[in-house]
């Protein structure tokens, strides 16, 4: 049976907020979302009372969930979702905030994701981030996502005959655009010299494999395009999206992910092709996911991410831009908010707001989420296209 396409048709993204990232801070989750919260008040001109939908996405607000934020901040939403799927909770959000738009379930969602990072509240997240995987990792001595991903990494290695110089190619790139970006935490150019360099840390993965934890928060506003227009707000129309869970299950070792499932899909939705997009936001919590997502979204055949990023030139100004701010390999995972990074980045450089690292004429941008890591795997993926307004 044909699956009938579903279309976002006049829903509108707007209002991109970046709380500042910090390495740590003795703020907690609930500081950062009232930060964002009230960012996006103060930029759209939308007075608290008339944000009618919330979307929340944390780890570090536990055990509070979305429905104390509404209590902490004095929101009365009619529509509220708390979406606990990390990396992916970005596009997820933007999922549900659109439908309920759709519906009139909600006028004006806020979509916010926060968490705070103290010293040992990153070791203390992964600890607990799992229970079933903790217990099924832990007694072999492998535990975090370090060591995920270099199993990972290894195989597609041997699998596909990358090279650690093919990654570094991704990671030197979003350097080069962090570099651009005032919200990045990195601020010294990267060498591929110094990437193939760095030291170790779960062989093949070494130091600008990894992301580096901080706090923040990312934030936007879903509405119809007709109200966006009406405010005079700068805005993006969805024009397709996806979402898949626990996605190749029976494959032995992560080599694809849920997007390869839904792919057609989401080019259907948008009545778009690969060479149709301008850029694209891939989730980067390491360099191979990144490859993958080039190979799942159709960019190059599977195998063929270490040819595909020989080829082409990842940065701002590139033939193929990649996550344009840097992404989180040099701008900086907080939390869940990473899932939320390219969403925003693609908005601003949609309404021509992203500076000195604009994509020239962009158009047309696609953006990814991945998360939810267990013992071997990430168990969601997402992908929204995302185009100017007229």
């Not at 080019?267 to 191979?288: G, K, L, M, S």
């Not at 190979?295 to 195998?303: A, S, V």
């Not at 701008?331 to 020239?360: D, H, K, S």
Request: with cysteine; aromatic share 8%.
């Amino acid at each position: 049976m044909t699956r009938q396409r579903s279309s976002y048709e006049g829903v509108a993204v707007t209002v991109p907020v970046t709380v500042p990232y910090v390495r740590y801070s003795t703020h907690a989750a609930h500081w950062f979302i009232g930060q964002a919260l009230r960012a996006l008040v103060d930029q759209s001109g939308i007075a608290k009372d008339r944000i009618d939908g919330l979307t929340v996405s944390s780890f570090s607000l536990v055990p509070d969930t979305a429905v104390g934020v509404t209590q902490h901040l004095g929101l009365s939403p009619r529509w509220l979702d708390h979406i606990p799927t990390g990396g992916a909770s970005g596009v997820m959000s933007l999922r549900r905030a659109a439908r309920a738009v759709q519906s009139g379930d909600a006028d004006v969602v806020a979509c916010v994701a926060a968490d705070t990072n103290h010293v040992d509240s990153f070791r203390l997240t992964l600890g607990s981030f799992s229970n079933f995987a903790r217990d099924a990792s832990y007694p072999y001595g492998s535990g975090g996502p370090n060591s995920i991903f270099a199993l990972i990494t290894a195989n597609y290695m041997r699998t596909y005959g990358a090279r650690r110089e093919d990654f570094g190619r991704i990671a030197v790139a979003q350097r080069s655009n962090a570099l651009k970006n005032p919200n990045a935490l990195f601020k010294k150019p990267l060498a591929l010299e110094e990437y193939l360099d760095a030291r170790p840390i779960s062989d093949p993965i070494h130091l600008f494999d990894c992301v580096m934890p901080c706090a923040g928060a990312e934030a936007f506003l879903v509405m119809r395009e007709e109200r966006a227009r009406d405010l005079g707000l700068p805005h993006v129309l969805v024009r397709g999206a996806i979402e898949r869970h626990n996605a190749y299950a029976d494959d032995p070792v992560m080599v694809r992910g849920g997007w390869l499932v839904d792919r057609d899909e989401l080019y259907a939705q948008a009545a778009a092709a690969p060479a149709d997009i301008d850029f694209v936001q891939t989730y980067d919590d390491y360099p191979v996911i990144v490859m993958l997502q080039f190979e799942d979204l159709g960019f190059c055949d599977k195998g063929g991410g270490p040819a595909f990023v020989r080829s082409r030139t990842l940065t701002h100004d590139g033939d193929f831009p990649n996550n344009t701010s840097g992404g989180q390999l040099s701008a900086g995972q907080a939390g869940a908010a990473g899932g939320f990074l390219g969403m925003t980045e693609a908005i601003r450089q949609l309404t021509g707001a992203a500076g000195e690292r604009a994509v020239p004429g962009a158009k047309l941008g696609l953006v990814t989420g991945f998360g939810m890591v267990t013992y071997d795997r990430c168990l969601c993926t997402g992908a929204v296209i995302l185009e100017a307004a007229p």
